[in-house]
């Protein structure tokens, strides 16, 4: 929470007495960068699909700068006060990126586990040359390959959201 020192100015009009504060509850403070903010949000599709949401949960809490939310997500962050919201569309480029079709992988079935049952819709992991796992998805199956796809599922869309800031810690 961002510590403020509250003060309260006290004007007596003939009609009675005004109460004026400035600087409580934080509502003056912006957040900026190396700031640690919790947020509620809620992404939406062009078509109006929710892919994802906070509302009816914890709100989503990380810091400003370090690069660990989605480029325009962060973006849109930057500069709200606590209690203020808006919505924006993050265009693909600042999104998850475009769709990149050599990520898009057929396989043949004999290089898979023998137990394995691929069906379109599930997800794998992989590991890659460098060691690393890859979520991937099934995209396809046949009698003699498979087809997984390795981009984000959001990959290639702009995206909407309408956030809210809760708290600058």
Same mark, same amino acid.
């Given at each position: 929470? /961002? ?30 960068? =190396? ?17 994802? +949401? ?10 400003? #700068? ?9 973006? %849109? ?5 606590? =209690?203020?919201?808006?919505? !924006? ?7 998850? #990126? ?15 586990? %023998? ?17 690393? +796992? %890859? /979520?991937?998805? !099934? ?8 087809? !997984? ?5 959001? %990959? ?14």
């Amino acid at each position: 929470m /961002v510590n403020k020192v509250c003060s309260l100015i006290m004007i007596t009009l003939l009609s009675g007495i005004v109460l004026l504060t400035n600087g409580c509850n934080g509502g003056s403070a912006m957040a900026s960068d =190396g700031d640690t903010v919790r947020v509620h949000y809620t992404g939406t599709l062009e078509d109006g699909t929710t892919f994802d +949401t906070s509302v009816g949960h914890e709100p989503l809490e990380f810091t400003l #700068g370090e690069g660990n939310m989605i480029p325009g997500f962060e973006k %849109a962050v930057y500069g709200l006060k606590i =209690g203020e919201s808006k919505t !924006v569309t993050i265009p693909v480029e600042e999104a998850y #990126g475009p769709h990149r079709d050599d990520l898009v992988i057929i396989m043949e079935r004999e290089q898979l586990p %023998a137990d394995l049952d691929p069906k379109v819709g599930q997800q794998l992991q992989m590991q890659q040359t460098d060691g690393r +796992t %890859a /979520v991937v998805i !099934v995209t396809d199956v046949s009698e003699t390959t498979i087809t !997984v796809d390795a981009n984000h599922p959001l %990959a290639g869309k702009d995206l909407t959201f309408e956030i809210e800031l809760v708290e600058i810690k």
